[in-house]
């Protein structure tokens, strides 16, 4: 029996989303390749997540070049009233996969959504956020797209995705920003330098992917992918930092035992304990995943506890960027 979650406020523009949210990404994409798929099980545990009460389901129209999307439209269909839906857009890829960049212009963005509405077979989504920055388009146009597309009743709430304090200001001077998704765990903190305190002041909720460090902190990771995983190629995970990072898990590890849980739960736990605005997205593709990741929603945790953790791995704690080099220049920090 799967705990049934609490909701919360994400962002002051009257958003009400779950606890924690569903990162649907991996059933499709980026750790897999789609031989190896399993839709079924994917589907499957999208329903559970919604039996759950999981209300926060997020992908991106170029999730295995809208595999992901229509996925998740046909594991929602007929559940769509219990359905938050967050999509990302503007990464482009080519017919293997490759990345190509980012297009925001409006125009590309009315193409995207367009798309997106029919893949997913909703007439609306909830909340909708450029992947990344696109360095060709101000923030301003982008952002004055998507306040058309509220207005036409085809989006309900801006979001960001993965960009500094400078954009989000400039973003929500536009038009209220509700979220801003970027990855935030125990082993990714640089939110906390001032990511985090900005959107505090505007009021803008953080959805946190990546709170399980791209399965790093599961202690389940040895720096063997199959074909198709894009984390042997991501510093995090490579030589000296791998051997440096997993030195680190199995202290979380440690500590897990003492709590009687798992680290993936702590992990979890340590994130949700940052702030109620603080959103966790669990990305999973296996029921049984979710099971064991919702145990968090059990783990209590004192100040003592966080405390520990606090000193245990500071911002800085784990080795290499967390993306490949080329991507991080995409990315917030």
């Not at 389940?220 to 997993?246: C, H, I, W």
């Not at 109620?276 to 999973?284: E, F, H, K, Y």
Request: charged share 20%.
């Amino acid at each position: 029996m799967l705990p049934i979650v609490k909701m919360h406020p994400l962002g002051s523009q009257g958003l009400s989303v779950s606890e924690v949210g569903f990162g649907a990404m991996g059933i499709s994409d980026i750790y897999t390749s789609s031989a190896r798929r399993d839709d079924a099980e994917g589907e499957a545990t999208i329903g559970a997540a919604l039996d759950a009460g999981i209300n926060l389901i997020n992908t991106g129209d170029f999730y295995g070049m809208g595999h992901n999307e229509m996925l998740v439209g046909r594991a929602i269909a007929g559940r769509r009233d219990q359905v938050i839906l967050s999509v990302k857009f503007g990464a482009l890829r080519d017919p293997k996969g490759g990345w190509l960049g980012y297009d925001t212009r409006p125009a590309a963005i009315k193409n995207f959504i367009s798309y997106s509405l029919q893949r997913l077979g909703v007439d609306h989504i909830d909340l909708y956020q450029p992947a990344r920055l696109d360095p060709n388009v101000p923030i301003e146009e982008t952002v004055g797209a998507i306040a058309q597309l509220i207005k036409e009743g085809k989006v309900k709430y801006l979001g960001l995705s993965e960009v500094n304090p400078e954009i989000i200001r400039r973003a929500h001077a536009i038009h209220p920003v509700s979220a801003l998704e970027i990855e935030y765990s125990l082993a990714s903190r640089f939110i906390e330098r001032e990511i985090r305190g900005v959107c505090r002041e505007l009021g803008i909720g953080i959805v946190a992917y990546g709170a399980l460090s791209r399965g790093l902190l599961t202690g389940k990771v040895n720096g063997k992918f199959e074909r198709g995983d894009f984390r042997a190629f991501t510093p995090r995970f490579m030589g000296a930092n791998l051997t440096s990072n997993l030195s680190y898990v199995g202290m979380l590890a440690d500590i897990a035992i003492e709590k009687g849980c798992t680290p993936s739960q702590l992990a979890i736990a340590w994130l949700m304990a940052q702030g109620d605005d603080i959103i966790p997205l669990i990305g999973t593709s296996k029921r049984s995943r979710l099971a064991e990741n919702l145990g968090a929603l059990q783990v209590r945790l004192s100040t003592a506890d966080l405390a520990l953790l606090d000193e245990a791995f500071p911002d800085g704690t784990f080795q290499g960027d967390r993306y490949p080099t080329a991507a991080m220049q995409s990315v917030a920090g």
